[in-house]
């Protein structure tokens, strides 16, 4: 597959280009600026691409099958990059692939983002950008899959995770194990219009991805 990557220089995008390196698929990395492309390119990117979620990115779009979404403002944003990007580009994303023709659609989305009012107080605006992103998708007649992990940690991935469809205990997941579940999401013909969450665990990537 010819596969689209926004946010592919943030920490989980650079690790999913990492483990892309040695898949079958063809990587466009979309970037915000000209001097990261080289060293995306030596991650494992096939292509860069200039874009930016706050405007169209059909152009740098072109010829894709697929879609993996894991960007993010960041907690030193404020609240309204969160809605400019997690929320509205995102969604911005989602309505031009659809227009596009590009059927496949992965999002980085967060546990919790189920039911935002549940979550806690400083952290309910940007699940609901989350929750809003997800509804989106799930309502666009993409063939989507929703991910979402727990906390993130910078650790090394152990490659082992529990998945399910219900979220359970908030437990934390290395970025790196992220970046593996979306490669074998993307593989596997089980994750087709479904959303799972993702903490470490005991069950290799691909088998716990495979039994969803
Ligand atoms: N922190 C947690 O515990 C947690 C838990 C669950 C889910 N998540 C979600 O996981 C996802 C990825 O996390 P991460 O740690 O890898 O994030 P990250 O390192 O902050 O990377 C975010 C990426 O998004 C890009 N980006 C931001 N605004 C953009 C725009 N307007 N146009 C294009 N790209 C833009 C950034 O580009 P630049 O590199 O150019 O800045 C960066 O590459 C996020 O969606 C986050 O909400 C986080």
Same mark, same amino acid.
């Given at each position: 597959m010819h596969v689209f990557i926004a946010g592919a220089n943030g920490q989980i995008g650079q690790h999913l !280009? /990492?483990?892309?390196?040695?898949?079958?698929?063809?990587? /466009?990395?979309?970037?915000?600026?000209p001097d990261q492309g080289p060293e995306l390119?030596?991650?494992?990117?096939?292509?860069?691409?200039?874009?930016? !979620?706050e405007k169209d990115c059909s152009e740098a779009m072109k010829g894709c099958d697929a879609v993996i979404f894991?960007?993010?403002?960041?907690?030193?944003?404020?609240?309204?990059?969160?809605t400019d990007v997690d929320q509205n580009g995102a969604i911005r994303l989602i309505d031009t692939a659809k227009a596009m023709g590009i059927k496949r659609f992965v999002?980085?989305?967060s546990i919790g983002a189920e039911e935002p009012d549940n979550g806690p107080e400083k952290l309910r605006h940007y699940l609901q950008a989350k929750h809003n992103a997800d509804e989106?998708?799930?309502?666009s007649g993409l063939n989507y899959t929703i991910v979402r992990p727990g906390q993130l940690t910078n650790d090394e991935g152990t490659g082992k995770v529990s998945v399910s469809v219900r979220p359970?205990?908030?437990?934390?997941?290395?970025?790196q194990d992220v970046a593996r579940v979306l490669l074998a999401t993307l593989d596997a013909d089980t994750t087709g219009d479904s959303v799972?969450?993702?903490?470490?665990?005991d069950t290799p990537v691909a088998e716990a991805v495979a039994k969803l």
């Open positions: !280009l /990492r483990e892309m390196a040695n898949s079958d698929h063809e990587v /466009r990395a979309m970037i915000r600026h390119q030596q991650l494992g990117a096939t292509e860069t691409v200039l874009g930016d !979620l894991a960007a993010g403002s960041g907690p030193h944003t404020g609240p309204e990059k969160t999002i980085v989305s989106h998708l799930k309502n359970e205990e908030i437990g934390k997941i290395p970025r799972f969450y993702v903490v470490s665990g």
